[in-house]
């Protein structure tokens, strides 16, 4: 899921800053900085590095338990678009702008219509053609709405080294809309600059100039370090992307909800770390008994709060949430 929820909850003990929710995951009954020092060990040097690895965990597992527990009152459509955008490479290009590629936009540029809020962009790959090799070619998907490439918000980038043809280039990142920084708009774009000569036309396929609640525009891009410019021509830029509806931006929309909840799940996962460490102490041996029935006791305060914001939602229906009926219920013993 996104990385809205990094240092959520607070570690006491480690730094001073006081976290966003107010909460330490030391502050659980029975739980203690103790818990994690003697976790450390040569793969996690240090308790912070046993921190972050807890926390990436609770997020998988958050993100799939959300799902399941939303799953037993609203039916949400996973996946409304697969895209390919093609490969008609056409013939070398002259006089190419700095900085090309094509756009993925869910929102026209005045926001006149808005998307349903569960929808998001998963990028899964980017293709690019090229006539000969180049090393250290950059590439990046930007937002849209920054005035230029050279000082907008960059949401990923990589640096390639390109070969004579077709380059596969794996991306495999959901940009989820979070209203802060939404990914409604963006372009996948190279920074073209060492390629002269070498880039080639290539025509979009198919024209797709509309939105609506979940479908896209795909426009070709330019930009000469100044102003952005949109046609058909993508100079030899490709890719694979969906259109996936998810709960993920909801939660990191509403963080309060939901932080009783993610508040236990972070020390079921501290204690199932003691649990199965390799690294022997007291607490990973004498205190076995004593781990499980209190990871047994967060695991039924876990559940209890986070039934009570599934439940207590109301949410109206839109391209990702179907309400064709009065009340849905689903059970599942689990989602993936």
């Known amino acids: 899921m996104a990385h809205c929820l990094d240092n959520y909850i607070g570690l006491r003990g480690c730094g001073s800053t006081t976290p966003p929710s107010g909460l330490y995951v030391n502050d659980l009954p029975g739980m203690s900085l103790e818990n994690l020092v003697t976790l450390t060990n040569t793969d996690e040097p240090t308790y912070s590095d046993i921190w972050t690895m807890v926390q990436t965990r609770a997020q998988q597992r958050f993100s799939l338990d959300v799902r399941e527990a939303m799953g037993k009152?609203?039916?949400?459509?996973?996946?409304?678009?697969?895209?390919n955008v093609g490969n008609d490479v056409g013939s070398l290009a002259a006089n190419v702008p700095p900085y090309t590629g094509f756009t993925i936009e869910l929102i026209d540029q005045n926001y006149e219509f808005v998307p349903s809020p569960f929808a998001s962009i998963h990028v899964q790959q980017i293709k690019f053609y090229c006539d000969d090799t180049v090393?250290?070619?950059?590439?990046?998907?930007?937002?849209?709405?920054?005035?230029?490439?050279?000082?907008?918000?960059?949401r990923w980038s990589a640096t390639i080294d390109i070969i004579e043809g077709e380059n596969v280039i794996e991306v495999n990142q959901t940009f989820h809309n979070l209203y802060i920084s939404p990914s409604w708009r963006l372009a996948i774009v190279?920074?073209?600059?060492?390629?002269?000569?070498?880039?080639?036309?290539?025509?979009l396929p198919y024209s797709r100039s509309m939105m609506s609640c979940c479908d896209v525009r795909i426009q070709g891009f330019s930009n000469?370090?100044?102003?952005?410019s949109f046609g058909n021509n993508t100079y030899g830029m490709s890719g694979i992307f969906s259109i996936v509806c998810n709960w993920?931006?909801?939660?990191?929309?509403?963080?309060?909800?939901?932080?009783?909840?993610?508040?236990?799940?972070?020390?079921?996962?501290?204690?199932?770390e003691q649990l199965y460490s390799s690294k022997l102490n007291q607490f990973?041996?004498?205190?076995?008994?004593?781990?499980?029935?209190?990871?047994?006791?967060?695991?039924?305060e876990y559940s209890k709060s986070l039934e009570q914001v599934a439940g207590g939602l109301k949410l109206s229906c839109d391209c990702c949430i179907e309400c064709n009926e009065s009340v849905q219920l689903r059970e599942a013993t689990q989602f993936y």
């Open 73 to 83: 009152h609203y039916k949400l459509n996973s996946l409304m678009q697969g895209i």
């Open 248 to 272: 993920d931006a909801m939660i990191c929309q509403n963080k309060t909800l939901f932080s009783r909840a993610y508040w236990y799940l972070l020390g079921i996962e501290v204690l199932t």
């Open 224 to 228: 000469d370090g100044n102003q952005n």
């Open 135 to 154: 090393n250290g070619v950059p590439f990046a998907i930007w937002d849209l709405d920054a005035s230029t490439y050279t000082n907008g918000q960059v």
């Open 284 to 300: 990973t041996t004498v205190n076995l008994q004593r781990l499980n029935e209190l990871r047994a006791e967060y695991q039924v």
């Open 190 to 203: 190279v920074d073209n600059q060492a390629l002269t000569g070498l880039m080639y036309n290539m025509e």
